[in-house]
């Protein structure tokens, strides 16, 4: 089989299409995991009775089941439970919770570098609880952290393509489906290679650029 420039542009605007798609679903899908991942880790940091352990049995299931399972079992099992979400945002559901037991391991190293002095002077000047998080600690934390965080932003926007197993209309399922119609797959799916790469190599230098800059900061 050889490559066909006409069919290949021909199939790019599906294509991109499918790339857009899978960009709304990793920007959704990491805001929900940086959301989600601080919340479990500062309840987690602060050894809630109960709730604690509850999360930190999370943080271990998540981690130790692998994402087509996870969702698999969202797509096809939930429904019998009544709960019946569309593919894009059940895609999207699960990259997050999938990713914020991740993100909630980082988040916590992040706060346990966190100096004793600053949480002692904390202290000392009477802050609540409120303010020494979101004044003191979260900033230190964050800080150190992004570039692990970015990290993982990029790798959620490759295992999006885990997403095709559930019939989201994301950059390889488009490429798989032009395939399966047209029985030509060297077109589509070296695009589909392509395109990703495109997204992720521009936002992995951003991202080592970053962190070069936060360490000659610090």
Do not use: C
Not at 88 to 101: D, E, H, K, M
């Amino acid at each position: 089989m050889t490559w066909d420039t006409d069919f290949a542009i021909s199939i790019l605007p599906r294509l991109l299409q499918g790339l857009w798609i899978t960009i709304q679903a990793t920007m959704a899908g990491i805001a929900i995991a940086l959301a989600l991942g601080l919340i479990v880790a500062v309840i987690r940091y602060m050894r809630v009775p109960v709730l604690s352990q509850v999360l930190g049995f999370y943080v271990l299931f998540v981690r130790g089941t692998p994402l087509l399972v996870q969702a698999y079992a969202a797509f096809f099992i939930l429904p019998t439970f009544g709960i019946v979400l569309g593919p894009l945002l059940t895609g999207i559901i699960v990259l997050g919770v999938n990713y914020s037991a991740y993100t909630a391991e980082v988040y916590r190293s992040g706060i346990e570098d966190v100096a004793k002095g600053q949480w002692e002077a904390a202290t000392a000047l009477s802050l609540p609880a409120r303010p020494t998080w979101t004044r003191i600690v979260l900033p230190q934390a964050v800080r150190s952290i992004v570039p692990m965080l970015g990290n993982y932003w990029i790798q959620m926007f490759k295992d999006s393509a885990i997403l095709s197993a559930i019939t989201v209309s994301e950059l390889l399922y488009v490429g798989q489906t032009i395939g399966a119609d047209q029985y030509r797959y060297l077109e589509p799916l070296t695009i589909v290679g392509v395109l990703f790469l495109a997204v992720s190599y521009p936002a992995a230098v951003l991202i080592r650029r970053l962190e070069r800059r936060l360490a000659i900061s610090r």
